[in-house]
């Protein structure tokens, strides 16, 4: 079963009565493809992490971060729907791929 998200669905995660549909769907695709290039298919399970990508994007159209940096406040932008490093882990994990750091054949290949 292939995963399908609505504009309902993103107004629901970030708790909106309203949401502007066109530009929810929109969102949860580019976040669907991005994901599809770390797993395909997207399993049903991500929908949390295809959910938080298209709500950043969503919350945030003009991308705009703030911190202090040596004691002045500094404005960056990190724009689009992105991946954190964490979600592309988790993506990976859902669809049974790396669950460590590396992977060992313990059963050497041409038998015993």
């Given at each position: 079963?292939?995963?399908?998200?609505?504009?309902?669905?993103?107004g629901?995660?970030?708790?909106?009565?309203?949401?502007?549909?066109?530009?929810?769907?929109?969102?949860?695709?580019?976040?669907?493809?991005?994901?599809?290039?770390?797993?395909?298919?997207?399993?049903?399970?991500?929908?949390?992490?295809?959910?938080?990508?298209?709500?950043?994007?969503?919350?945030n159209?003009?991308?705009?971060?703030?911190?202090?940096?040596?004691?002045?406040?500094?404005?960056?932008?990190?724009?689009g729907?992105?991946?954190?490093?964490?979600?592309?882990?988790?993506?990976?994990?859902?669809?049974?791929?790396?669950?460590?750091?590396?992977?060992?054949?313990?059963?050497?290949?041409?038998?015993?």
């Amino acid at each position: 079963m292939a995963l399908s998200l609505t504009a309902a669905d993103l107004g629901t995660y970030l708790d909106f009565d309203e949401i502007n549909g066109a530009r929810a769907e929109m969102l949860i695709a580019h976040a669907m493809n991005l994901a599809a290039t770390y797993v395909t298919p997207v399993p049903d399970e991500a929908a949390g992490i295809i959910l938080a990508a298209a709500g950043r994007a969503y919350v945030n159209p003009a991308f705009a971060t703030q911190e202090m940096e040596t004691g002045y406040q500094v404005m960056r932008q990190r724009g689009g729907v992105y991946l954190e490093d964490g979600e592309i882990a988790a993506l990976q994990r859902l669809s049974g791929g790396p669950k460590g750091a590396f992977e060992i054949d313990t059963m050497p290949s041409g038998g015993a």
